[in-house]
């Protein structure tokens, strides 16, 4: 183990997601269980410009690994994209004797540690946090999977509602560069089409695939799309494209936002979260730095920071023929 390491700062920076805490937690106590102290940054790299910190023990994680968002809090900071914003945020490390950060959140909070870690020569390790799924150099991120489940039970009451009135609903998800939500919830909840930015499927095409759809009976049908499909402008002008061509058809549009975001953590992220927690502290202890973990085929991995973010996740492409399938 590095017995430089006396002392581990961590936050949660960027958009917030389900696990989060448990991360934090799993953070905190394997720190204390290498009798390593832990300090908690609070409002990401704010909080470390403007010294918002307080020492952690293993009791002041008590019952949060069930709570959804971040204890820390998370928010956005322009001063951190500057040197003197970073100068600052170093100031506060010295002057807290901090050793090294772990930095809970997706790749634009692993851009500013990599940033940090090449001007300061500072240990920096990524733990991905984000429900989009869209970080290169791991399966899962925290957060996907409850966020997969509450879409999944939005769809399945929206669909009650289709069944009853004959309707068509288009169910937007996030999913602004990645379709990993939409694809996964809409064979999860039976749609008769997924709509995302990695395929562009066309409106004639989902016309035609709407029109077989009624031809073989179906009085109802629910589309998934990923906010950033590029099928139309946005999904409001999709489904008015679809309810001028196809006047059968009664068409409504449910917007599921930011609720995808909140929520306990399920079992599966819970779980994640503590691995990848357990994992960081026992890298930085062993000298690695400038890392994010991540997990593939169950395994810990560890992908440097810049391939993190530079790399593409990629859809997967027998998912995408599962729902063309069962789409019949």
């Known amino acids: 183990m590095n017995t430089k390491i006396k002392r581990i700062g961590v936050l949660t920076s960027g958009g917030d997601a389900p696990g989060m805490n448990a991360a934090v937690r799993a953070v905190v106590r ?63 490390i010295k002057k807290h004797t901090i050793d090294a950060l772990i930095v809970i959140g997706g790749d634009g909070s692993f851009t500013g540690a990599m940033i940090f870690h090449s001007e300061f020569n ?18 899962h991120t925290i957060g996907f999977d409850t966020a997969l489940n509450t879409v999944i039970d939005a769809i399945d009451k929206i669909r009650d509602t289709a069944i009853s009135h004959n309707r068509l609903f288009f169910v937007e998800v996030m999913g602004r560069d990645a379709g990993h939500i939409a694809l996964n919830t809409g064979i999860g909840a039976g749609a008769e089409e997924i709509l995302i930015p990695e395929e562009d499927m066309g409106l004639d095409r989902l016309l035609e695939s709407l029109k077989r759809s009624e031809k073989t009976g179906k009085s109802s049908s629910i589309v998934v799309i990923a906010e950033g499909d590029k099928t139309g402008k946005n999904v409001f002008e999709i489904a008015e494209y ?3 061509n196809l006047p059968y058809y009664e068409v409504r549009v449910s917007v599921l936002g930011h609720m995808q975001r909140g929520g306990r953590p399920s079992c599966f992220d819970r779980v994640l979260a503590s691995r990848m927690g357990v994992h960081a502290v026992e890298s930085l202890l062993k000298g690695v730095s400038n890392v994010m973990v991540g997990i593939d085929n169950s395994q810990m991995i560890l992908t440097p ?7 593409k996740t990629k859809i997967n492409k027998n998912l995408i023929r599962v729902s063309e399938i069962l789409s019949v």
Do not use: W
Not at 40 to 51: E, M, R, S, T
Not at 305 to 311: P, T
């Open 305 to 311: 920071l810049e391939s993190s973010i530079k790399g």
């Open 242 to 244: 679809v309810e001028k």
């Open 122 to 139: 500072f240990p920096v390790i990524g733990i991905p946090g984000t429900i989009d799924n869209d970080i290169h150099g791991t399966t």
């Open 30 to 92: 394997a720190s204390s269980y290498f009798s390593v102290e832990c300090v908690a940054i609070y409002k990401g790299y704010q909080g470390l410009i403007d010294d918002e910190t307080k020492l952690m023990n293993a009791r002041s994680v008590n019952n949060i690994i069930n709570k959804g968002g971040t204890i820390l809090k998370s928010a956005r900071c322009l001063e951190f994209r500057t040197p003197e914003g970073r100068k600052k945020a170093y100031e506060t």
